[in-house]
């Protein structure tokens, strides 16, 4: 299948500060793509869903001035967690969309910790 | 209103037998159903998916079931292995739109 990265692989930031995750489609251009919060033996949970060129669109509850989204090219978006506190702690997980299919190919995750 | 119900929450089976994860959507526009494979730590990856339009696929051990009336699927792993031991998620989805509902998740434990 295809290859979706993510970077960092995991953060541990102080609460407060600004968290960026990449999220990058390596062999495919993705005008659609979505990030998802994973807490423990719990199912992925949508957050917003990232479309090139355009805003975002987040699901109700999502707070999008706090979790800003940005997605700049074909191939990358990106996850800022602003002023993180500890509750914001949790496995965050991007997929990107094959064009005009339904194909979701999910990155690795990443493991951010607010201390 | 939960719109995929998964089940069960957890299974355990033997080396080379059969294991199967049920679920059941509300939405009769969902229109394509896949199956995802999760080990901790990680992202899930796409195991298999299927369309309405169709009752079984197959690939390898991993079939689908579609049963379109009782608006329910399902996953049987074939000759199950220790490294099948992994949560497993149902999802649906309509359209292109794209956005998926997930199933809660079967945590699936394949014991040598």
């Known amino acids: 299948g295809a290859v979706v990265s993510q970077h960092p692989s995991r953060v541990i930031c102080k609460s407060g500060t600004s968290v960026k995750i990449e999220c990058r489609s390596l062999?495919?251009?993705?005008?659609?793509m979505f990030w998802y919060r994973q807490f423990p033996k719990q199912s992925l949970m949508l957050m917003a869903t990232?479309?090139?060129?355009?805003?975002?669109?987040?699901e109700q509850g999502v707070e999008k001035d706090k979790f800003l989204i940005n997605h700049a090219s074909l191939t990358l978006s990106t996850l800022t967690v602003t002023s993180a506190h500890p509750e914001d702690s949790s496995f965050y997980i991007c997929?990107?969309?094959?064009?005009?299919?339904?194909?979701?190919?999910f990155g690795p995750g990443t493991r951010l910790t607010v201390l | 209103q939960q719109q995929v119900k998964q089940s069960p929450q957890s299974l355990i089976v033997q080396k080379g037998g059969i294991s199967i994860i049920n679920c059941a959507y509300e939405n009769t526009a969902f229109d394509y159903f896949p199956w995802y494979q999760q080990f901790p730590g990680k992202g899930p990856a796409l195991l298999i998916a299927i369309r309405p339009d169709v009752s079984e696929k197959k690939e390898g051990r991993f079939t689908i079931s579609f049963n379109k009336s009782a608006k329910q699927f399902s996953l049987h792993i074939m000759d199950s292995q220790p490294g099948d031991s992994a949560t497993y998620f149902c999802a649906a989805s309509k359209g292109n739109a794209g956005k998926s509902t997930f199933g809660d998740g079967t945590t699936l434990t394949v014991k040598p």
């Open positions: 062999d495919f251009q993705a005008t659609t």
């Open positions: 997929s990107a969309r094959v064009p005009s299919t339904d194909t979701q190919y």
């Open positions: 990232s479309n090139e060129g355009s805003k975002a669109t987040y």
